[in-house]
């Protein structure tokens, strides 16, 4: 049976949305979809008039949309935002090069600058020669921690001091599960403290610190896919080439399979996460690595430890999951611990 629209009554409805079952129909879903893109950035003060903003673009639908809808909200409230796009090449064949071609694609069509930074030109390495060294079971580790980094560095580069990446609520439920399914008590308590910190971060930082920002973190995937459908955007919809083997994803297909017998699921992970309150005094103050300059919870920051490892050689002997007590507070360059805890950092760079 066709229903109506809920929100004008006149036309039928195309999509259930949000977490309250409102039927939209196409024109009400746009609405729906850019006011709460922009409720969010209002309410949490997430970016600023006139500021540089990198946007994190992979070519995949969510940063397609963010730059889509971040291009859009700028024109209609005037906000003089310089957007740039900021890709991260990780050097994966047929995977990475294809959806950088997508990108190409989103800087002609939005009008958008463009800026590209690889891991071969920051790390020398690239994630195809790091997969012959180490195998495919911990190379997401390596990757997440370099892009990262890299992330930072490109945003650095463009002169910008916010990074806004197409994280949603889904990706965001995901982590918060991920670090609860493998006791990782630290990253778990800096994850939520992250999500939940941001409003206060993002006013109170100083200038020079780069801003990590999700626009899309109160909208949920389905909603993403939808959108980019009906406004016909080109992304590239293909899956890492070696993401299968991420743990991460086991944590997804379980949130996957908890939705469909209880479709709230991931609102209801976003609402107790943000009931959490933690002490924020056990986190450490973000420090300078002592060899890059990136900043660094520890005197050498994981992806100067991770290359170091690749460069012996040692790259599988870096991951270890026992690993937990080895990014000493007081390591020096000529002690370089030899592991990196797996847990804290498979693909996270949320
Ligand atoms: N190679 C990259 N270059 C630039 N930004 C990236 C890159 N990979 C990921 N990001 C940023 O991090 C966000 C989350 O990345 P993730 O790997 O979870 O991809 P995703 O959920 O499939 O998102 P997308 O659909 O945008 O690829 C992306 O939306 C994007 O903003």
Redesign the pocket.
């Known amino acids: 049976m066709k229903r109506l629209c809920s929100h004008c009554g006149k036309s039928f409805a195309n999509i259930l949305v949000g977490r309250e079952d409102k039927y939209l129909c196409r024109c009400c879903f746009f609405e729906y979809f850019e006011d709460t893109v922009h409720r969010t950035i209002v309410e949490e003060c997430l970016l600023q008039p006139g500021e540089r903003i990198a946007i994190?673009?992979?070519g995949?639908?969510?940063?397609t949309v963010?730059a889509y809808v971040l291009k859009l909200l700028n024109e209609r409230y005037y906000y003089n935002w310089d957007l740039w796009l900021?890709?991260?090449d990780?050097g994966i064949q047929g995977y990475r090069d294809d959806s950088l071609r997508t990108v190409e694609q989103n800087r002609d069509d939005y009008n958008l600058p463009l800026y590209t930074l690889s891991y071969s030109e920051l790390y020398n390495w690239t994630m195809d020669q790091v997969v012959s060294q180490i195998g495919r079971k911990s190379n997401c580790t390596f990757c997440g921690v370099f892009?990262r980094q890299a992330?930072d560095k490109g945003t650095e580069k463009i002169q910008a001091n916010v990074l806004a990446?197409?994280?949603n609520a889904d990706?965001i439920a995901e982590t918060i599960l991920l670090n609860l399914l493998r006791g990782d008590h630290a990253r778990f308590s800096r994850s939520v403290m992250e999500e939940n910190a941001n409003y206060r971060m993002s006013i109170d930082s100083d200038s020079k610190k780069i801003r990590r920002v999700k626009p899309l973190k109160r909208v949920y995937e389905k909603e993403i896919v939808m959108y980019a459908y009906f406004k016909k955007l080109k992304y590239f919809a293909t899956e890492c080439i070696y993401a299968p083997f991420a743990y991460r994803g086991h944590a997804r297909e379980y949130l996957k399979s908890l939705e469909r017998i209880r479709p709230h699921s991931i609102s209801d992970i976003l609402y107790s996460l943000s009931c959490i309150s933690l002490e924020d005094s056990k986190t450490r103050v973000g420090q300078q690595c002592i060899r890059c300059g990136s900043i660094s919870s520890q005197n050498i920051c994981k992806a100067c430890l991770l290359r170091t490892s690749l460069d012996r050689g040692q790259g599988v002997l870096a991951v270890k999951r026992s690993g937990m007590a080895i990014l000493s507070k007081n390591t020096v360059e000529s002690e370089i611990p030899q592991t990196v805890s797996e847990s804290s950092t498979e693909s996270n760079?949320s």
Do not use: N, P
């Open positions: 994190g673009a992979s995949g639908k969510d940063s963010l900021l890709s991260i990780e892009r992330l990446t197409g994280h990706d760079i």
